[in-house]
RNA sequence: GCCCGGGUGGCGGAACUGGUAGACGCGCUGGACUUAAAAUCCAGUGGCCAUUUAUGGCUGUGCGGGUUCAAGUCCCGCUCCGGGUACCA
């Protein structure tokens, strides 16, 4: 009676795949639920542990939802399109698809060896042209409403590699991948507006089951702040320049105002005095990379234009400064300066000399500005006001004078949305020779990646394409005049904003869903996945999904109900898990030695979903070894018997049935597990089971241990699959007990337990305690104030 | 700096809306089986102190206060660790 996981594991696999037991299709007269787990990415090197975390989380939700009765879409797929394959295809000469293909092959094997319940006919990959083609379509969709433009954008360039990179490519100013300098370049960019929808993204937030941690995350990456733009003349030219605060009230403290290096602006009013110095400073900036401008924040650097503005509140004229401090990229890429309730400014202010003036009372600003709440001073028609009633009041002064208004600024920034790669999504886009665009319609789609002979970017930093004259020139069958296709492709993230909608219909090969299969499975009930795509890709996902909604292509507003992130697993040695530190664990060779139940157990076991929690091979072993257990005691038949079942088995039975059941509504799989541990551990010591006990508690088990139950559900004689059962229901009247041990504790001190009846009277209860043998040693000398009683809890005898 | 998490045995972790701290697993100790080891099974296992024993007591959830009959859980003040973010005007 060994329990020889290898084979059962492979014939339950391969019994799996040839019936297509879990193949799912829509069916009305069923409740829908939609779990799924964020796609993987196929690297070359194969899953690692953390990858089967999650997966088995939502393994395990989909299998026991499908026995509560529910049709369960779980499909699983490939974000295929990405940087890693395209330079192993540079390096290697090989073409990305054929080592995309390897990949997904692997990554599917061995998915498919840890038993996961996808329905694999919904299979789909980013890159493939049945994909891509609906992709592109939804950005003709965007592009369409107005939502994609071209525009010159700062990106992050590398000379050396002649690339631009994506910000994640840029670690601490350098190129991730050989280490070169990175600085800001402006180029022509496709851009999608997603700050249109900041407001949505930002308040839908509050209806979302999602960690509030992520949803914090994503408000403070939204940066939405209220205040006041506030327009300055400058002195001696016809130009205005517009700055938002959050600070309307501080404007009488305004003694300087700072433009950033890229604005407009900068080297235009820079007087004849100061040209050079200014020209310099911006061009200086320009070499540095965003981080690095940042990183020197210790010291401030700026220079003066010679030009003043006029500060409109008492018509004082302020020096206009240029300094690196203040960035294009937020508000209006200006600022007005009050040094005396701003740190920022106050620092600047101390490097160079300026004029500080208190305009608020509360602090010492020869120390530091003050940016706390106080009375306004210095400050005319706003004197002797608070903070916010300042702010009114200065608002509506502006607002009456047009010299300003109330207004609402987010850091979020328009999506860069263009690579210049090969490997992603071309742009539906045509370019003629005018300069005009046009967008393809549905029926020119897909626009197909052509061949090329390399995959290295052209040394003008646009992708390969514009090496392939046969693709890139053409005579527009539409309107017949020549056009030039768009050399950029989409980034990684643009086939992740949808695939969970591809999962409702992957086939069609009409539209990219249907309106039914929308309808029908939409919104995802449950998604798992990994913290690290808290902001990207889970705001990028929604703001497409808004805007489908605008389009009334889906019916929710929201595409993801309950998010769970799984936490990290760390190596044996408590750190993360490296080549280089050689704690790497290859879910391979612990497939290969305990099992895939065993993994997908342990995994569960370790603790809760989503903390931080190192891989222990002892830990396998452990949960190894309760399978073994589980196998040897109910696959003897000799321990199953056909008599009326003990009634301390049928309460545990019972209970566990319960406690699984909440446990995994939960997430809260490692509880799950222990409670099945006692409850075997509690039918060996019992020595024998009758067989519906047995058969039920193979049930609560199969979605942790599915080939294991399989197995024993086939040898209780059995002809379908242990999936297609129905959950078991728990009977309450196995739960309630009619007597409880009670604690009985002096002043809060556990002393002694007695057992009593739950429906004994209070007064009773305290008699029976106070006259107890155990408790004359307590009571010796003392007085009795208080006896309290809580039902089914405890008892407190209170002292003096 | 700011924003989130989190500190419970030797280790991973349990403990529902305040109500028996340490479930379950690992490790360790002892025992059974074995020529022996591995595997398996049985028993014990927070710390300290008493006791001849089956026992009894003290103490214990990062630190210091507080609320309460009762605090791992609630409140106030610290401290340490992890994650995110960074001149956002």
Redesign the pocket.
């Known amino acids: 009676m060994k329990y020889n996981f290898g084979d059962i594991e492979k014939k339950w696999q391969k019994y799996w795949k040839d019936k297509k037991t879990f193949k799912v299709e829509i069916d009305h007269s069923k409740a829908k639920f939609y779990v799924l787990d964020m796609f993987p990415y196929p690297s070359g090197s194969g899953l690692h542990v953390g990858h089967p975390e999650g997966y088995t989380a939502t393994d395990i939700v989909s299998r026991y939802k499908k026995m509560k009765g529910l049709n369960v879409l779980h499909p699983m797929g490939w974000d295929s399109f990405g940087l890693p394959t395209e330079n192993f295809a540079i390096k290697t000469g090989t073409h990305p698809h054929d080592i995309t293909e390897k990949n997904i092959q692997i990554f599917k094997r061995q998915m498919q060896s840890l038993g996961f319940a996808y329905d694999w006919d919904r299979e789909i990959a980013t890159s493939h042209v049945d994909y891509y083609k609906w992709t592109q379509w939804i950005f003709t969709k965007l592009y369409n409403k107005g939502l994609a433009y071209e525009d010159e954008v700062y990106v992050n360039w590398c000379p050396e590699l002649k690339i631009v990179l994506a910000n994640e490519e840029v670690v601490n100013g350098k190129s991730e991948l050989g280490g070169h300098p990175v600085i800001r370049k402006p180029m022509k960019q496709w851009m999608l507006k997603i700050t249109e929808y900041a407001e949505r993204l930002l308040t839908d937030l509050d209806e979302l089951d999602w960690?509030?941690?992520?949803k914090?995350?994503q408000r403070?990456?939204i940066?939405r702040?209220e205040?006041a733009s506030v327009i300055f003349k400058i002195k001696g030219f016809d130009e205005v320049i517009e700055?938002?605060?959050?600070?309307?009230d501080t404007l009488f403290g305004a003694t300087y105002m700072?433009l950033?290096p890229e604005h407009k602006l900068s080297a235009e009013i820079a007087t004849k005095q100061y040209k050079q110095a200014v020209d310099n400073y911006i061009e200086n900036a320009s070499r540095k990379s965003?981080?690095e401008?940042?990183?020197?924040?210790?010291?401030?650097?700026g220079v003066f234009t010679g030009t003043y503005a006029i500060n409109p509140v008492n018509n004082q004229e302020i020096p206009i400064w240029v300094?690196?401090?203040?960035?294009?990229?937020?508000?209006?890429?200006?600022?007005?300066?009050?040094p005396g309730h701003?740190?920022?400014?106050w620092?600047?202010a101390k490097e160079y000399d300026l004029e500080i003036i208190e305009v608020l009372k509360g602090g010492d600003i020869e120390k530091e500005a003050f940016e706390g709440d106080g009375i306004h001073v210095n400050s005319g028609f706003i004197n002797d006001l608070g903070k916010e009633d300042a702010i009114a009041k200065m608002t509506s002064w502006l607002e009456e004078r047009k010299l300003g208004k109330r207004e609402v600024?987010?850091?979020?920034?328009d999506w860069v949305f263009s690579r210049q790669r090969y490997w992603g999504e071309p742009f539906p886009v045509l370019k003629y020779e005018d300069g005009s665009v046009r967008c393809l319609d549905e029926d020119e789609l897909p626009v197909t990646l052509p061949e090329v002979d390399k995959y290295e970017p052209s040394g003008t930093g646009e992708s390969p394409l514009a090496n392939i004259d046969s693709w890139l020139y053409l005579t527009d069958p539409k309107t017949g005049k020549k056009a030039k296709r768009e050399t950029n492709t989409m980034p990684q993230w643009a086939g992740s904003c949808w695939y969970y909608l591809r999962f409702c219909d992957a086939a069609n090969d009409k539209e990219p869903w249907s309106k039914a299969a929308e309808k029908y499975w939409m919104p995802v009930d449950l998604y798992i996945g990994g913290?690290?795509h808290?902001?990207l890709h889970l705001l990028y996902a929604r703001f497409w999904h808004k805007v489908l909604y605008d389009l009334d292509f889906v019916t929710t507003k929201e595409p993801f109900k309950k998010l769970i992130n799984q936490?990290?697993i760390l190596g044996e040695d408590?750190e993360?898990m490296s080549k280089s530190r050689g704690n790497v664990i290859n879910p391979d060779r612990v497939v290969e030695a305990y099992g895939a139940d065993s993994l997908r157990l342990y995994e569960m076991?370790?603790?809760?979903l989503?903390?931080?929690?190192?891989w222990?091979e002892?830990?396998v072993?452990?949960?190894?070894?309760?399978l073994?257990?589980v196998y040897?005691f109910f696959a003897s038949l000799k321990n199953i018997h056909d008599d009326e079942e003990d009634i301390e088995i049928l309460k545990i039975l019972h209970q566990s049935i319960k406690k699984v059941e909440q446990?995994i509504e939960n997430l809260?799989f490692?509880?799950a597990?222990?409670?099945?541990?006692?409850f075997?551990?509690t039918c060996?010591?019992k020595g024998r089971v009758n067989k519906s006990t047995a058969q039920t508690f193979i049930k609560i088990l199969s979605p942790f241990a599915p080939h294991l139950c399989e197995e024993l559900w086939e040898l209780y004689g059995h002809k379908e699959s242990i999936s297609k059962e129905l959950y078991p229901e728990y009977n309450k009247k196995y739960l309630i007990e009619d007597t409880?041990?009670?604690?009985v504790?002096f002043?809060?001190?556990?002393?002694?337990?007695v057992e009593l009846p739950l429906d004994m009277e209070n007064a009773e209860i305290e008699k029976t305690v106070l006259e107890h043998k155990?408790a004359e040693?307590?009571l010796a000398g003392k007085q009795v104030?208080?006896v309290?009683i809580?039902k089914?809890?405890?008892?407190?005898?209170?002292i003096a």
Do not use: H
């Open positions: 960690p509030e941690n992520i914090e995350m403070n990456w940066g702040s205040g700055v938002f605060t959050t600070r309307p700072v950033s965003d981080l401008r940042t990183d020197l924040s210790k010291e401030k650097t300094a690196d401090y203040v960035l294009i990229s937020y508000g209006t890429g200006a600022i007005m300066a009050v701003d740190q920022r400014d620092e600047f600024n987010y850091k979020l920034r913290v690290e808290a902001v936490g990290l408590g993360k076991f370790m603790g809760p989503d903390k931080v929690k190192p222990s002892n830990g072993k452990g949960v190894f070894s309760f073994n257990r040897k446990d809260r490692n509880t597990i222990s409670q099945m541990m006692v075997t551990n060996m010591k409880f041990e009670y604690p504790s002043n809060g001190k556990l002393r002694f337990r155990s040693k307590w104030k208080k309290i809580i089914n809890k405890i008892i407190n005898v209170v």
